[in-house]
């Protein structure tokens, strides 16, 4: 239950990436669980998708988008780029009237708009006596220093810095019921499929369709459906490798290269293993509780959900077919032995 007189609370996400958020989501559940309603007003980056993503969330009262300095991969300009739009913002948050504010950055910026905007408590990383100007609610934390990406470590280290939780917990995603119906029909047909995350936010972290082809190739021999799943930017990849699959096998491969975030979430929630890049759908897919492996030659291996494995190489072309073959038969064969 919400506590009496509970605080109408704004969270502040940074990160770009649509998988950085999905990292986020027991955090801010614990923390909408001791805000005004349950619910908190989430300010993150267009390309997060946070909309569309947690759109089965209920402790999402809203999104604002804070389009500043976007990817250098959009090669756009941010509608927040200029000052005079920050400070059209900085009138929107004002109008809100938060009580607190919390931070899941270390820049200085967010602490800045959130004092203009008036919100009395104003917590945050503190990395940096520059920042902590801005801030008011300790106690702050330190970087990561550990192997491995520092998202995630981080992130759990200020929920449980600021009382929220006591230590980590796993991403688990909510799926909107309209959009698992709709993954149902769009599957209809495919036998046991397998999912692959085929999208890739540097070309470095890509495995090649070349690659993705051979390794359907064998999936689809082996009886499974075969789903590619990406953005509509992966709509190319996505045909070139439904077209290096044999003819007599293609009729078992299909690609979802759409927009829609909940409807690649519900087909993953319905996919037997998510196997591919580094990237968003890897992530979604360990939080729809479906066994992941990642193929981790240009990034450091995910380690912190047991529901995703890595493969990894020097490089992503050091990476072989047949190994991550044998290495979904293996996950696929271990998964039907518990199921059993």
């Known amino acids: 239950m919400t506590p009496p007189n509970a605080p109408h609370t704004l969270v502040v996400h940074h ?13 801010l559940r614990a923390i909408a669980a001791t ?31 804070f389009d500043h300095r976007p990817r250098a991969s959009e090669r756009r300009r941010g509608r927040h780029d200029s000052l005079a739009a920050q400070w059209a913002l900085v009138g929107e948050l004002r109008r809100q009237r938060f009580d607190r504010v919390l931070i899941f950055a270390s820049r200085p910026r967010y602490g800045v708009l959130a004092w203009l905007a008036g919100i009395p408590r104003r917590a945050g990383f503190g990395f940096s006596a520059t920042e902590r100007l801005w801030l008011n609610e300790p106690p702050y934390i330190r970087p990561h220093s550990g192997a491995g990406n520092w998202v995630y470590p981080e ?8 009382g929220f939780v006591d230590g980590p917990r796993l991403p688990r995603l909510a799926v ?21 995350s085929i999208g890739s936010s540097e070309p470095r972290k890509h495995w090649g369709d070349a690659r993705y082809a051979a390794l359907a190739a064998a999936l689809a021999a082996d009886g499974h459906g ?3 799943v990406g953005g509509p930017a992966e709509a190319d990849s996505g045909a070139r490798i439904v077209d290096g699959v044999p003819a007599a096998l293609r009729a078992r491969v299909r690609a979802l290269t759409q927009p829609s ?13 998510c196997v591919g890049n580094d990237t968003g759908v890897l992530n979604i897919a360990a939080a729809v509780e479906t066994p992941a492996l990642g193929l981790f030659g240009a990034t450091p291996p995910l380690r912190h959900d047991p529901l995703l494995q890595a493969l990894e ?18 996950m696929l064969d271990t998964a039907q032995a518990a199921a059993s």
């Not at 992130?155 to 600021?162: D, G, I, K, R, W």
């Not at 309209?178 to 692959?196: I, N």
């Open 313 to 330: 190489g020097q490089g992503m072309e050091a990476i072989e077919v047949h190994a991550v073959t044998a290495r979904v038969r293996s």
């Open 176 to 196: 909107r019921p309209d959009a698992l119906q709709a993954a149902s029909r769009w599957l209809a047909g495919l036998p046991a499929p397998v999912a692959m």
């Open 226 to 228: 075969v789903v590619l």
């Open 35 to 65: 805000s005004r309603d349950g619910r908190i007003v989430l300010m993150a980056r267009p390309s997060s998708r946070a909309a569309d993503l947690l759109a089965g969330e209920t402790c999402i009262a809203e999104v604002i988008e």
């Open 155 to 162: 992130a759990t280290a200020f929920a449980v810095a600021q």
């Open 261 to 273: 975030v909940q409807l690649s979430a519900a087909v993953l929630r319905q996919a037997r293993l």
């Open 15 to 27: 990160r770009s990436g649509i998988g950085d958020l999905v990292w986020h989501l027991p955090y």
